[in-house]
């Protein structure tokens, strides 16, 4: 069921709009905030898995997430059209972050991230939601050397001091069906047989299972102890971007060879790229990238049991690539 914020104007949302759920036991309802997204799309799944009724939010409402049990409402969050439709959840998940800005959109890092979890936070106290579940980064911090960095940071702030029952998660690279890698770094390795890499590739990188991050999150919803908990999400491996890009090759059957680029030239092609608007990466990412992500995973096995996937490459896409072939350097 799909609603937008201009419908509560036709009428008030009735237990006609309320999907029927099985009488064998009462359910909770969650709401979810960017419930279209990547992770968003996993976390609806998860949690009509196991019974639980969703009020998804998101900017644009997906017609293949229409369901049973999940009322889809297509809002702005910075607006208050959406506010009523969550009515009745006890939790919240919110999801919602950017990797880079679209100021033309009106997408900036601190009107995404502060304002938007602001906005979040004062609907959970206006609707009586006590449970706050949040995604912020591996990086998040004061002084980050980026705004992606520092609003993540203030945005863990705002959720820390909200009077609310929180649990923060910062996922490392989160990999799976329809995620960055896949959109952005793909593409570019289908075309050019020599690869550019940003730096000498020895930086570590912990990629995380989407799906294992979606579990996460829906577990920490009833787990009390999770509770004022911040927890990293990371991979079972540290692995370095070179070995990150061999995998991703070898999943898609890519003989490829790998050229390293000092990181100065880097940021001047990446410069000069934005400039065009023909950029899959910015500069800030770049930054970011050669910080590196990585964490310690123990609290996170301790309380959910993961991680235990292994990143092997976008496998999911070997279908669509048939040139075939080992590895160039493997």
Do not use: N
Request: charged share 25%; net charge positive.
């Amino acid at each position: 069921m799909v609603r937008t914020s201009q419908a509560r104007r036709k009428r008030q949302p009735a237990a006609a709009h309320k999907t029927t759920l099985p009488a064998r036991a009462p359910v909770q309802r969650v709401l979810v905030t960017g419930a279209s997204g990547f992770v968003g799309r996993r976390v609806l799944a998860s949690l009509r898995a196991q019974g639980t009724e969703v009020v998804a939010v998101s900017r644009r409402a997906r017609r293949g997430q229409a369901a049973p049990g999940i009322i889809q409402v297509a809002a702005d969050i910075a607006g208050d059209g959406w506010i009523e439709w969550a009515a009745g959840c006890t939790a919240a998940i919110h999801l919602v972050g950017i990797v880079r800005e679209v100021p033309r959109q009106g997408m900036t890092f601190d009107g995404v991230h502060r304002v938007l979890t602001m906005r979040v936070v004062e609907a959970c106290h206006r609707l009586g939601i006590r449970r706050l579940v949040h995604v912020s980064a591996l990086g998040a911090r004061s002084d980050g050397t980026t705004a992606y960095q520092r609003t993540k940071f203030v945005a863990e702030e705002l959720v820390r001091s909200s009077g609310l029952r929180w649990t923060i998660f910062r996922p490392s690279m989160i990999f799976g069906p329809g995620d960055g890698f896949e959109r952005s770094i793909v593409p570019v390795m289908r075309r050019l047989r020599v690869f550019p890499v940003f730096g000498d590739g020895q930086t570590k990188l912990q990629p995380v299972s989407v799906e294992e991050v979606a579990r996460c999150l829906v577990a920490a919803v009833e787990c009390e102890a999770c509770e004022s908990q911040i927890f990293d999400l990371g991979g079972p491996e540290a692995l370095s971007y070179d070995e990150v890009l061999r995998r991703t090759a070898r999943a898609l059957g890519l003989r490829r060879r790998f050229v390293h680029l000092p990181v100065g030239l880097s940021r001047v092609l990446l410069a000069i790229a934005e400039r065009l608007g023909a950029v899959s990466v910015t500069r800030d990412q770049l930054t970011m990238l050669l910080e590196g992500a990585t964490c310690e995973t123990g609290p996170t096995e301790l309380a959910f049991g993961v991680p235990q996937q292994r990143y092997e490459g976008p496998v999911w896409l070997r279908s669509t690539c048939t040139e075939g072939g080992r590895v160039a350097g493997t």
